[in-house]
Structures are given as structure tokens and as C-alpha cells.
């Protein structure tokens, strides 16, 4: 296993506190390969011979004003602009890299910027970065625009900097709207200030407005967490995403200083579950995948309702990316069959893009099991169904794993297909272990695995 990826234990479902299950099939932390540098050349050079396949691309900013104690994300807290410049202008080296390789009228369907705090950078070195995609790639006007965002680091300028750059879709981070939840996870913001900013997004015309939501943090009750959920849904997002928090000080620093006695345990965490599932259910949004709602008009649950929802490594998409190119320190690009994991520290990646040398630590070549096995684990996200044809596809031990939570009432028989029930859908995240066999059928309820840890 290479160096600066490390193994995930087998029965945590989530890649991170703030990733998706499977957000990459299989996960870096499962590869045996080297860093092949040859192969992902091969692979960006396949693209030219494809002109017609899209693509999404995932800019990675690691940056942050400062860090919350339950963060789980690898950043850095600074406000040093020659930093920030440096890194900025190391990403476009990175960008004329794969675009001489691949050819700059590829065309990008989805843009996402993540972090870190996108928005903590400065407004020039924002507006570099768009320039720097449109002026390598071609980006067609109906392309689907995102970034992340900390409310606090917003203003009424900076929403309408933002959109005209492009952006269409906005996701704001919140954890928790409870004075007492805030201070013991060092992130305070009122719900007088949420309310101005979804007013600038509104005022600035955004397509969409998410905001993230954290459950399982120190001191957080149902009780407590209702009554977020209350203020949440005055506020009217698009989107909204529940995501756990999961407790891991040897991994992230920071969380060491969190009381762990005041983190809810499983059964509680259960609970709070439930009260965000029905709570939104209750005000009109659907749910889709494990842990994202959206109001009933959105364009996600129109899709999911006709059965064309898709997801990739960015999330949740109407529009089908054959590709994903990922631009940053610690990211996974995939191209075809082929992944690459960038270095994960931001020095050594920078290292490399100033020798001239590509900043990859890791690759992978997906099996034609593995190929099956994804778009399996992708229809049971996207569609939650599986169909029994699937068995017949080389997956004929797989569908058995997952027919056998059937007796957990997590699946039910309906006809040529294994559907999703409620219970089950409550634990989507566990169900992918099973059908992909990173965890075995539970014997019962008592023994099936936490949704999240």
C-alpha cells in the first residue's frame, strides 16, 4: 500500500466525516498498486481519442480561517496570501498538464470547488481559477457550477463575485444551530446570520442553496437537534445534507480536544437519525441516496423519480460524467478504469509540480468485477433497487449477500427486484458494505453493524 493513504478499518462506511460512502470505487485506502505516473499519462491521452465524453472536474482548496474541532478534513488554517498564491498557481500548472495531454476542447459538464473554504480565498485568486478552467477546458453555459462555503466568511459582494464567476449551486457549512453543541465543537454562527447569508444567495440569484448539517456532535440531543431542524427549514434550503460526525482524534488532531463522554452513542446517534428523517420528510423533501434531501421540485428528485439519477465521486448529478479530473493536493482523478490519488500533503504536491513532475502517490486499474461492482453499488444509491438480472452479470454472490438482509427487513423481494425498505434506507451506507462484501450479511438486528462510527 502506498505511503500517505491509510487503510480504512473494515466496517466504518464512510470515508471521512464529511464523504460519501464509496465516493471512490475501490477506496485509495484498498489499492496494491504503486505510483504509476505512465498509467494516468495513458489514460489522459485515451481522452483525446474521445471527443464527445464528458467530464467533471474537482478543484480542491485546503484552506480554512480556522479550524473546527470536529473537522475530519486534511487543511490548513492561514490567511498567508503568498500561500494561497502559490498553490493557486501550482493547480493551474496542474491544469496545463492534463489539458496538453487531453486536449483543451474537452468538455466539463460539472465544476465543483471544495475544500477547506473555498470561499476564505481571495476574490483575484477565485477569479484565477475560473479563468485558468475556462481558458483549458471547454465549458459549456448550462455546466453545473458548485462551491463550498463557511456563512461566516460571506458577504453581499462576495455572493455576487461568486455568480458572476459562474457558480449556480451554493453548500454551506452549519453543524449545529444550538449555543451549547457550537461550543463544545468550536464553530459558532447564530441563526440570525445564517438567515442573511441564504438572503445574499437568494438576492444573488443562485440555482440552489444547501446547507450541511452535522449529527452525532458532543452535546447534541433530539430534543436539541429538532429544534435545528426547526430553524433549518425556516431558513428554506434546496438541499439539504445530514452528514455524521465521526470521533477519530488519533486521525484528526483537533477532535482530541472534544469531551468524548459528551459524543451521543450508537443508540442515541439512532435516534437522532430517525428525527432527521422524518422531521424532513415531514416539511416536503426527498430523500435520496444515505444522507441528502431536496425539496420535491428540485432537479435531483425529478430525476430520481424517472429513474435517471446518477452519482459520481462529487455526489449526487443529473447529467452523466464519464470522467472526473481532480485538481489539488489529495484528490483521486478517474479516467475510464484508471484512478490516481494526488499527494496528500500540500508542500510535496506543490514539490512536484515545481520540479515538473506529476504529484501522484497512488494508482489503480478497476477489474471488470470491480467495474460491475460499482455501477451495482450506483443503482442502489441512486435507484434503491437492485435488480436480479445483476446476478446473472458476475454478480451472482453479491446479490446473494445483499438478498440476505432481507431478513433484517432491510430489503424486500418485489417481483425481479431487491427494493430498498425504510429500515433499510436508514442504513444505505451499511447495505453498499454488504453488496460490495466489505462487511458480511448481518445475523440479526442486534448484530448489524452502526450505520456510522
Do not use: K
Not at 498498486?33 to 485515451?46: I, P, Y
Not at 498557481?89 to 491544469?95: F, N, T
Not at 509540480?353 to 478497476?366: E, K, M
Not at 432491510?410 to 462487511?439: F, K
Amino acid at each position: 500500500m502506498t505511503a500517505g493513504w491509510s487503510a480504512v478499518p473494515v466496517g466504518t462506511f464512510r470515508s471521512g466525516w464529511l464523504g460519501a460512502p464509496y465516493r471512490h470505487y475501490p477506496p485509495p485506502a484498498t489499492w496494491r498498486g504503486g505510483a504509476d505516473a505512465d498509467v494516468w499519462t495513458a489514460a489522459v491521452e485515451s481522452l483525446a481519442q474521445r471527443p464527445d465524453d464528458a467530464f467533471a472536474v474537482e478543484v480542491h482548496l485546503p484552506f480554512c480561517a480556522t479550524r473546527c474541532l470536529y473537522c475530519g478534513c486534511d487543511v490548513e488554517a492561514t490567511g498567508d496570501e503568498r500561500t494561497i498564491a502559490g498553490y493557486v498557481a501550482a493547480m493551474l500548472r496542474e491544469m496545463d498538464g492534463v489539458a496538453a495531454v487531453a486536449g483543451r476542447q474537452r468538455e466539463a459538464v460539472q465544476i465543483h470547488f471544495g475544500g477547506g473554504t473555498p470561499n476564505h480565498l481571495p476574490d483575484e485568486q477565485l477569479s484565477l481559477l475560473v479563468a485558468g478552467l475556462r481558458e483549458r477546458f471547454r465549458v459549456p453555459a448550462d455546466t453545473e457550477w458548485s462551491i463550498e462555503c463557511d456563512p461566516r466568511r460571506c458577504s453581499a459582494t462576495q455572493m455576487d463575485h461568486l455568480r458572476r464567476l459562474g457558480f449556480r449551486h451554493l453548500r454551506f457549512g452549519m453543524g449545529d444551530l444550538q449555543p451549547d453543541v457550537q461550543h463544545a465543537v468550536g464553530r459558532l454562527q447564530s441563526l440570525a446570520m445564517m438567515d442573511d447569508v441564504v438572503a445574499m444567495a437568494r438576492h444573488a440569484r443562485f440555482d440552489s442553496v444547501q446547507i450541511d448539517l452535522v449529527y452525532g456532535l458532543p452535546l447534541q440531543t433530539e430534543r436539541r437537534l429538532r429544534a435545528t431542524l426547526d430553524a433549518l427549514l425556516r431558513l428554506g434550503p434546496d438541499r439539504i445534507q445530514c452528514l455524521p460526525y465521526l470521533h477519530q482524534p488519533s486521525r484528526f488532531w483537533p477532535q482530541s480536544a472534544i469531551d468524548r463522554d459528551a459524543v451521543p452513542g450508537a443508540a442515541a446517534r439512532a435516534r437522532l437519525w430517525e428525527a432527521v428523517v422524518e422531521t424532513l420528510g415531514d416539511a416536503g423533501y426527498a430523500w435520496i441516496g444515505a444522507d441528502l434531501f431536496v425539496l420535491d421540485d428540485d432537479a435531483l428528485a425529478t430525476a430520481h423519480q424517472r429513474g435517471e439519477l446518477r452519482r459520481n465521486a462529487l455526489g449526487f448529478a443529473t447529467v452523466p460524467a464519464q470522467h472526473l479530473l481532480a485538481f489539488g493536493c489529495g484528490r483521486v482523478s478517474e479516467v475510464g478504469s484508471v484512478l490516481v490519488a494526488s499527494e496528500p500533503s500540500r508542500q510535496a504536491w506543490q514539490q512536484a509540480l515545481d520540479a515538473g513532475r506529476r504529484p501522484i502517490v497512488a494508482s489503480h486499474c478497476r477489474s471488470a468485477a470491480e467495474r460491475r461492482r460499482r455501477r451495482a453499488i450506483e443503482r442502489l444509491q441512486c435507484e434503491l433497487a437492485l435488480p436480479a438480472a445483476v446476478a446473472a452479470q458476475g454478480l451472482a454472490h453479491e446479490y446473494e449477500r445483499l438478498a440476505a438482509c432481507s431478513s433484517l427487513g432491510w430489503v424486500v423481494a418485489q417481483g425481479d427486484l431487491l427494493r430498498v425498505t425504510r429500515s433499510g434506507h436508514l442504513c444505505l451506507d451499511a447495505l453498499c458494505a454488504v453488496l460490495d462484501g466489505a462487511a458480511r450479511p448481518p445475523s440479526s438486528a442486534a448484530a448489524a453493524p452502526p450505520r456510522v462510527h
